[in-house]
């Protein structure tokens, strides 16, 4: 069966297309900084959102016109595959990325739920093997299912905390069969709602005892994927574990897991939290654990994640300044973790959000390119801070100052004037760097 007859493959035919399938910006094979488009921004499909998710918000049921919606059950889940290969193929996308009940079907147990997910793991690969697709990430679903009110690795349950074990064991071996590059973890409920009846050390504790395990057990069985955790702020939590880049970097450094994990960041995330996505990925690059990230972004007005394609030329530039600074992204990629709004309800829809997404980020990176060529704010940072290139500065700056020495420099010193930021001009030129690029 044909999902998407009214599309063909999407290719790139420059800006001055008036071929509303086709790219403006993104040309896979163009070469920047020695590499491939396609090699830089390693883009991956969300299952989750483009295969499953029906248009739903906090207010209102489903509104998303789907040719697969008619099927039930292990026929839904077939169908939903072979619809998602076809889309990868026609919006020529190197990655995909699924929760292990994106593709499968939960059943009445266990062992019932690993025979769905055996099936069409099964029939993924083929689908793999026939395409040249491959697995950016997967991982588990510990969040949807009622089992997890308290949630899953942080439960008052020890029952809950055994189930949760069980699916990532599953989702490794799935892992290793696919090979998928990277597995990521995903706290949905890692959270609490209140202290007052929260045991928050052991629950951290219990955390960092299931981040073990897993890297014994993913050891154990040969799989070799970079581990990735995906901070995440607010909801559904009040207080979520892995709040933000900061503190999941505390977190695995205080439990000895450093050298296991990168960050999966996402833009929306960085906006609940109160960051912009660049200083996430700054955080996580100067400490060496830029991992992956998800592309979308957020809507301001509105307090949820509203995961929305990414458009914002602006910081899709600085996300791909980062990116590029960190040396890529690894074995890592660019997710879309985005879904088209509710009034975009049509299939050709889920087309034209990609292609949006794709030539923003293409064109993201051709800017930070020419913004690090060029030295843009290299050199103004490196003005900014000249003060400690030399002097009192380089004595502060290697350890060597001490308090009395500072105080009897200021004390000689006429005090000094600070120089202006020129954050008005800063932003000024890296628009013209964004418009005439």
């Not at 300044?321 to 960190?326: C, G, H, M, P, V």
Request: charged residues 25%; negative net charge.
């Amino acid at each position: 069966m044909v999902y998407f007859p009214t599309v063909d493959k999407i290719h790139y035919e420059g800006r001055k297309t008036k071929n509303p399938f086709s790219f403006r910006y993104y040309n896979k094979s163009e070469i920047v900084l020695g590499k491939s488009m396609e090699e830089h921004l390693r883009f991956a499909v969300a299952y989750w959102h483009t295969l499953t998710g029906g248009g739903s918000d906090p207010f209102g049921s489903e509104t998303a016109i789907r040719p697969w919606s008619h099927f039930t059950g292990m026929d839904l889940a077939k169908a939903r595959l072979e619809a998602a290969f076809e889309f990868f193929e026609k919006i020529d996308v190197p990655y995909f990325c699924f929760h292990d009940r994106d593709i499968a079907p939960e059943g009445s147990t266990l062992k019932e739920t690993n025979q769905n997910l055996d099936i069409i793991v099964a029939l993924v690969k083929e689908q793999m093997q026939a395409s040249g697709v491959k697995l950016l990430w997967n991982t588990a679903n510990m969040f949807t299912n009622p089992r997890f009110v308290h949630g899953a690795v942080t439960t008052s349950e020890a029952g809950v905390y055994a189930y949760a074990a069980a699916q990532v064991k599953k989702g490794l071996e799935t892992a290793a069969l696919l090979g998928s590059e990277n597995y990521v973890f995903w706290g949905g409920r890692e959270g609490y709602e209140s202290l007052l009846n929260t045991d928050l050390e052991l629950e951290l504790d219990n955390l960092a005892r299931f981040y073990h395990m897993a890297i014994a057990y993913a050891k154990e069985i040969g799989y070799t994927g970079q581990f990735l955790i995906e901070p995440k702020p607010k909801e559904p939590s009040k207080h979520q574990y892995d709040f933000d880049a900061a503190t999941t970097i505390a977190f695995l450094q205080k439990y000895g897991l450093q050298d296991h994990f990168k960050l999966n960041l996402e833009a929306n995330h960085a906006t609940l939290a109160g960051h912009t996505f660049e200083h996430e990925l700054r955080v996580a690059r100067m400490h060496g654990m830029l991992g992956s990230i998800d592309a979308n972004q957020g809507d301001l007005l509105l307090g949820w994640d509203t995961d929305e394609f990414p458009t914002d030329l602006y910081a899709v530039t600085l996300a791909m300044y980062e990116i590029l600074k960190n040396g890529g992204l690894g074995s890592g990629g660019v997710n879309f973790d985005a879904k088209v709004r509710r009034s975009s309800f049509e299939p050709e829809d889920l087309f034209h959000a990609h292609i949006a997404g794709m030539d923003s980020f293409a064109k993201g990176l051709k800017v930070a390119v020419k913004l690090i060529e060029d030295r843009f704010f290299e050199n103004i940072i490196e003005d900014r801070y000249s003060s400690f290139k030399s002097g009192i500065g380089m004595d502060i700056r290697t350890g060597k100052a001490t308090f009395q020495q500072l105080e009897a420099y200021t004390l000689g010193n006429q005090e000094k004037i600070n120089k202006s930021g020129k954050i008005e001009w800063i932003k000024s030129q890296l628009n013209e760097y964004i418009f005439s690029e």
